[in-house]
């Protein structure tokens, strides 16, 4: 994973690298051409030009220092018609040129501030989406805020009635093994199987979410499945066909369960904290519902090898 990671900025610096050298070079082909018409004509008005196409690179998404790379072939063309100019006793056109300059850096400052507003902008809508997101894209579960406030209506429900509110914990293992040999689809595919499954093998009443990478939450009214029989109906689901994903890919299937009483206090956080502990405790124990299979290594199963998640 870090070596894709490190691979896509490099490849992500050259394009950048590359498009500000395109852009470097368009300018000064630019100002050559500028720097030609002038001499051409006799007149100094032409290089006026320079300056407005300086303060149009601003749109092009470069940062800040970049854009003034990119503008500097402009800006020294400009600069010298108008000490030529100055030169010739011209004072008029070497005035109206610095103008130029002045309005050329004017607009072009104005252009960055408005897109590094309107970057700064999107950042924040981004956070807001992800703040006030309750579904996790990839699974379709909810998410950890998904859950914070349906478990505020389920618990609120079960107290009314003096009842109590259950998790189930299902946390799966050898995931960094399937990484590095199927890449981030493998994982996609796994987590992606285990919601499905999950989604099918628990009661209509129950919420199913992603509380991690590698572990997803079941809450619902009253004492709950087993973790014994819900591995089993995973078990059944994951395992069922020949291109089911625990089939294609060794990975091990833990499952813990809390409990909170009509007259335990506490919130979300209070019941996942204690399916983790039965979560450890299971998998610290090799309970029969957390077994796994041995194996010294996690791998890719071939098409005839059975497949088992404990």
Not at 142 to 170: C, E, F, I, K, P
Not at 286 to 307: L, V
């Amino acid at each position: 994973m870090e070596v894709a990671e490190t691979a896509q900025r490099r490849t992500s610096t050259r394009v950048t690298a590359g498009f500000v050298v395109g852009t470097w070079g368009g300018s000064a082909a630019a100002a050559g051409t500028g720097l030609a018409v002038c001499a051409a004509t006799g007149s100094p008005w032409p290089a006026a030009v320079l300056p407005v196409l300086g303060g149009a690179l601003a749109v092009v998404p470069l940062s800040g220092v970049a854009t003034a790379v990119a503008a500097a072939p402009l800006a020294a063309a400009t600069i010298a018609v108008a000490l030529a100019a100055v030169g010739r006793g011209d004072l008029e056109s070497a005035a109206g040129l610095g103008v130029a300059l002045v309005v050329g850096a004017l607009v072009a400052l104005a252009v960055l501030v408005t897109r590094r507003r309107a970057a700064g902008e999107l950042e924040a809508a981004l956070q807001l989406a992800d703040a006030v997101s309750v579904v996790d894209e990839s699974t379709g579960c909810y998410n950890a805020n998904g859950l914070d406030l349906l478990a505020r209506h389920v618990l609120g429900a079960a107290r009314r009635t003096s009842g109590a509110m259950h998790a189930s914990l299902v946390q799966l293992g050898d995931l960094e093994p399937v990484r590095e040999l199927g890449g981030p689809e493998a994982v996609a595919e796994v987590v992606g199987g285990v919601a499905d499954a999950l989604r099918s093998s628990t009661r209509g009443a129950d919420v199913v979410g992603r509380w991690g990478e590698d572990l997803f939450v079941v809450l619902g009214p009253g004492t709950g499945t087993t973790p014994a029989e819900l591995e089993r109906r995973l078990r059944v689901r994951l395992l069922g066909s020949p291109d089911a994903p625990l089939v294609r890919w060794a990975c091990s299937l833990t499952v813990g369960s809390g409990l909170l009483e009509p007259w335990d206090s506490g919130g979300l956080a209070e019941l996942v904290g204690r399916a983790e502990q039965d979560l450890a405790l299971r998998r610290a124990l090799r309970a029969p519902s957390a077994a796994e299979p041995a194996r010294s290594r996690p791998s890719r199963r071939s098409e005839d090898q059975p497949g088992s998640i404990g």
